[in-house]
């Protein structure tokens, strides 16, 4: 699982309580990764140190007694885009992932050039918020053109062969509607997805 934090913020106990949560529920192992934060450490630091956790997380999988056929990325908002990140990556280098929690998830940066929605990215996270997570993250003003694989999910063309996928957002979130959009874009690959969607939920209010 991956903290949020605009990608700039938070640490390895940042979401401790959703964690325990996680694993009581779902009877679960989960593990909690930490990985350098922007803009001291932009893409791909954070992409590689989440890489490097699966990696050892499959390895070690008898060692945690868990089912190496079942696990799962997940992560919120700047958490949840690196999990879709990571999915991706993962499918490319053959890392075979059982699942992917994406919970109001920061996909997309070419949101910071839609027109502002009066309903939208009012409360907790704003437009001036996501420019500056983006741009801090990314290396260069947020909305520019981008050919890195994995740095900004919703950028991807093919979607195919993805591990299925829970999106959950709120109808108030500066993210509701690249999530709903990446959402479709996964069900027209293929990919099974349920989307979660709150009527009334800012960002971040679970």
């Known amino acids: ?25 779902a009877r679960c192992v989960v593990v909690s990764v930490d990985y350098r934060l922007a803009p001291e450490h932009p893409f791909p630091a954070a992409m590689d140190d989440l890489t490097a956790a699966l990696r050892w997380l ?10 190496p056929e079942l696990v799962a990325v997940g992560g919120s ?23 992917q929690v994406l919970v109001y998830p920061m996909l997309d940066d070419r949101t910071v050039k839609t027109p502002d929605v009066p309903s939208k990215g009012r409360l907790v996270w704003t437009a001036r918020s ?7 993250y990314l290396g260069h003003p947020a909305g520019e053109g981008e050919s890195r694989p994995y740095c900004v999910p919703a950028r991807r063309e093919d979607l195919t062969g993805l591990a299925p996928a829970w999106i959950g957002v709120g109808d108030l979130d500066l993210f509701h509607d690249e999530d709903l959009a990446y959402a479709a874009r996964l069900r027209d690959a293929d990919v099974p997805v349920q989307v979660y969607e709150q009527t009334g939920m800012y960002h971040a209010g679970d």
């Open 1 to 25: 699982f991956l903290h949020g934090g605009s990608f700039v913020t938070g640490g390895l106990h940042s979401e401790l309580e959703r964690c325990e949560f996680y694993a009581h529920a």
């Open 58 to 67: 499959v390895s070690s999988a008898g060692a945690l007694g868990i089912d």
């Open 77 to 99: 908002s700047a958490g949840g885009g690196l999990a879709a990140g990571l999915a991706q990556r993962a499918h490319d280098e053959g890392l075979r992932l059982a699942f």
């Open 130 to 136: 996501n420019r500056f997570g983006w741009s801090s």
